[in-house]
């Protein structure tokens, strides 16, 4: 990593630089008259890109009729029946570039697809982003069903999860938080795959994935939607949309969910966690007619989650081992745009997030507090052939544990960003962004990437190449599973470091679409969970007899480097009203074995995966799909009973049928019946030296299930 001095410089120059050619671009610009922006209901477009919009008609016209006559949307899941080609503008990248002219590689979700997978799990996005190529979302405790999003075999902590570009789930959200987030007013779900730390800082050394919300359109909108599962499960969840006045729209997401607690193996413990969560997001939007755009967000959500053994059933040491978690979140974020001379942007965003919660471990209860907090300024323009954004960034990021304060911590990360994005000739262009933070405690961090398109009639090719970080705190996967208790205290560890890499090729005839993508990452210094040798410890600061009789562990920075390669390929085909999906993916991950000398799989990490999705859909009358998904061997660690995982199959069928604004679905999932406790006991002989009593989840443990419900559709 570069030292603080070199960091400032790099940073000055990059900055002095992007100022100066954005005062040209401006003055250029201003010599010029620029065309106006022709887009419908701008009153109610989404604020970043309204914002962008107005800057970007002129600029991308030539490009977008050029486009729709030669290209499908790339990274598009789904079509639509319209003869024109949907574009997609995302919003991820801080310049609201259409999907298909964006250097650096986004993959969206769209609406379509959004509303298919919202009827087979109502209550939260997990279903959502899992059949998702190079995705996948990995329980990370089995007692209370958390989980998190783990993209081409990076750690599930190295993904950010933004809500319109803003951390309203906290800069490192927990895994419970993935599954506390409903899909009802989602308009598209974007998602960056390798280190994005350049545009977000330490959380994003992973990847991101940015939920977009539905906007007000100019009639009054809304939807209820009633889901009943065969697990006794219900879930109710309302979005309503509607204009204020010619200036202000506003939008309310509401829902309620229910879970009861279920042994599906009759063992005593919870296979499928029980709770009760009511969720509440208002939103507010307004237009001026000076080019002042402003969106206001509140959330407010709380859920009591239950899971570990029954009343009156024990673990195998003859205890009771209940797991609760009480949690009550509140997050308030805006972004506010103005534009200038229909050729640049000044952009202000914040967020602010608390979360309380209450844990049961058996015998030990924590209570503690999360916080986060985001301030950013930005400045953007664009010419004919150049976007570019500079910025100005202050993080907040603070715990504290009323239970076991030796492990609060608050950080404070100041940061300055950039990205220019730059035509090269018609068909190739690249992308340039870089950040520096100054985090306070791990220093200075210097994070860029580079992405390059290059776009010959049907075939669109593109390579990125990024580094990041990531700040290190006590919840790595097995701590955020059975809490601090067994935890020593933390010291002597360093920022997690990675290099990513890819290379996709994708190539559209007609109504096939066809991708391959390559892709590689180094992890330096990966946070990992050790349990201490009483032999070594230095009785100083960790007292010998507590560790023997807690078998406390402690977190340390893993010895060389863990390393990730593979390929995803995709192929899309549309057939009149059927369309099909198919996908694969190939990972080989490996980090350093004992001793240094050989080299050992990542867990949990499969080397095959598969999918298929054959979908049948006439809008306004119905819809019909079969789905498949293949599951193969993957490595485990800590379980006694296998040290690999079996490969399954995960098959699901799903029909809806539409009379007018109603449409009655059912939906059943895992077809096969598939359950890791078929395989062998979710709990362990004994309890683990971390605290947990569970194996970890490599297969899926819910069983056959079937949902249902209906959608009641308002307005227009």
Known sequence: MPDFPLTQKLTAVSLVSLLVISQSYANDNAAVSAEPAQTANTAHTPIEQRSHDSNETTHHRDEEEHHQDEHHEEEHHGDHHSESIERIQVRATRLGRIVSDAPMRIEVINGEEIQEKALMRPGN????????????????????????????????????????????????????????????????????????????????????????????????????????????????????ASPLNDEFSASLTAGAHHQANKDLDDDGWIDLAGYERVTARPRLYWHSDNGANLYVTLGVMNEDRTGGTLPDQTVPDGTEFMQTLNTQRHDLGFVFDQTFS???????????????????????????????????????????????????AFQSEVFDSASFPTFNYSYQVPGVFSQVDHALTDDISASVSARADWHSEYGTQFSPRVSMLYNPGNWTLRGSYGKGYFAPTPFVEDIEAVGLSRLAPIEDIDAEEATTASIDATYTYGSIETGLTLFGSNIDGVTELDVIDPAIIDPAVIDPVTVVNDKQVRLINAPGVSRIRGAELLVRYRWHDVKFTGSYLYTDSSKPGEGGFDRTPIALTPKHSAGGVIMWEQHGKGLLGFEAYYTGTQRLENNPYLSEGKPYWHLGLLGQITIGQVSWFLNAENLLNVRQTKVHPLVLPQQ????????????????????GGVRIQFGD
């Open 125 to 240: 996005i997990s279903m959502l982003v899992a059949e998702t190529g190079g995705v996948r979302v990995q329980t990370t405790s089995p007692a209370l069903g958390s989980a998190n999003i783990r993209l081409q075999g990076l750690y599930g902590r190295y993904t950010q999860l933004l809500s319109d570009g803003l951390p309203l789930f906290g800069g490192q959200a927990s895994s419970i938080g993935l599954l506390q987030i409903p899909p009802t007013d989602l308009a598209n779900v974007e998602i960056i795959k390798g280190s994005a730390s350049s545009l977000y800082g330490g959380s994003a050394l992973g990847g991101v994935i940015n939920l977009i919300s539905r906007q007000p359109s100019d009639e009054f909108e809304g939807e209820m939607l009633l889901n009943l599962t065969s697990k006794d499960g219900q879930d109710l969840t309302g979005y309503f």
């Open 342 to 392: 229909d050729a640049m942007t000044l952009s202000l965003r914040g967020s602010a997030m608390q979360q309380q919660d209450e844990h049961r471990y058996g015998l030990v209860f924590e209570n503690d507090a999360h916080e986060n907090y985001l301030l950013e300024s930005s400045f953007s323009g664009y010419n004919d052939n150049t976007d570019w954004v500079v910025g100005v």
């Open 688 to 707: 683990a030296p971390s605290g947990t009593w569970t194996t970890d989840i490599w297969s899926r443990n819910d069983g056959f299930t079937v949902n």
